[in-house]
């Protein structure tokens, strides 16, 4: 049931691709920011009683709907697993604006590649050169790919064998919270639980999105940036994706980037060739064979459970 509620809502997910600013993620940001509003009084405590009730009333909606289905027939579980993760996964969100940008870039539209970046990211663009364009949208499409299928599919297996989809509501929410919570200034120790939680469900995900690029791409290299560069990234976790993928494909990412009407400086991660269109090609392939490899593994993972 776990592969072919994955499968399923992959392809669901191409046909019928789910725009990040849907229904259902609009309500959850509005009902985080009336949470911020009313609690917010500075103090940690504050933040971990409003990640209770954001995510709390999701995680029993999803498990208690599992297995009232299941006890119902099991195909309509199956059925709801696979509703839930198309509303949790987002492949396309990122891999649309990857296409078109690898398209603008190769067609010689720079002005297009640039607008297409800044819709994506919400970033200022306009003053980045194609290299840095190529730079940066390899950068966000490994990032978005964990984030957006990796990681959601990570703890949708790791829990579906007794929660059903909550893994994947789970890692979701936690996203969602700390994106809205604790990625800005003002977060203070507010946004600090919305951080932890999200670096503990992090921890191995990360870690096995880098083998799975390191497994999928060259590995000597992917390990060798993994182990002595992931560290100089602002975010860890972050640097451990973005280091492995770059060494994976052969490429270096990270340095100087014109962004926001400013220069900003970042570490150089990676190994070998400058980034640039002809690399954008290369960075999906490294991640839909990524893709492929996981669904295998999950696959021997469910034989395994039948068998037993």
Known sequence: MT????????L??????ISSRNPVYLAFIRAANKLER??????????????????????????G????????????????????LYLTMGFRQFSHAFSGISKALQTGDIDAARALLSDWTGQHTSQMNDD??????????LLDSYRYVFGTVFWFVALAWIAGPAGAVLYRAACLLEQKWGSHEEANSFGRCAQGVLAV??????RFTAAGFAIMGDFEDAVYCWR??????????????????AG?????????????????????????????????????????????????????????????
């Open 248 to 308: 994976a494909i052969g490429i270096r990412l990270g340095e100087a980037l014109h962004m926001d009407h400013t220069v900003k400086f970042r570490p150089e991660i990676g190994i070998g060739d400058a980034a640039n269109a002809d690399y954008l090609a290369s960075a999906v392939g490294l991640i839909w064979r990524s893709i492929l490899l996981w669904l295998a593994l999950v696959l021997l993972f469910s034989l395994g459970q039948w068998l037993a």
């Open 65 to 84: 709907g599992y297995w009232l289905l299941y006890r119902i027939s099991p195909f309509l579980a199956w059925g709801w697993n696979v509703v839930v």
């Open 38 to 63: 009313a609690l917010n009084a500075g103090e940690f405590r504050n933040g971990v009683y409003g990640w209770l009730i954001a995510t709390l009333p999701l995680l029993i909606v999803s498990v």
């Open 132 to 141: 840095e364009v190529s730079r940066f949208a390899i950068e966000q499409g």
């Open 12 to 17: 669901l997910e191409q046909l019928r691709p």
């Open 228 to 245: 002595s560069q992931a560290q100089a990234w602002g975010n860890y976790a972050q640097g451990i994706i973005l280091a492995a993928g």
């Open 3 to 10: 592969i072919l509620s994955l499968i399923l809502a992959l």
């Open 201 to 206: 469900l992090d921890y191995l995900p990360v």
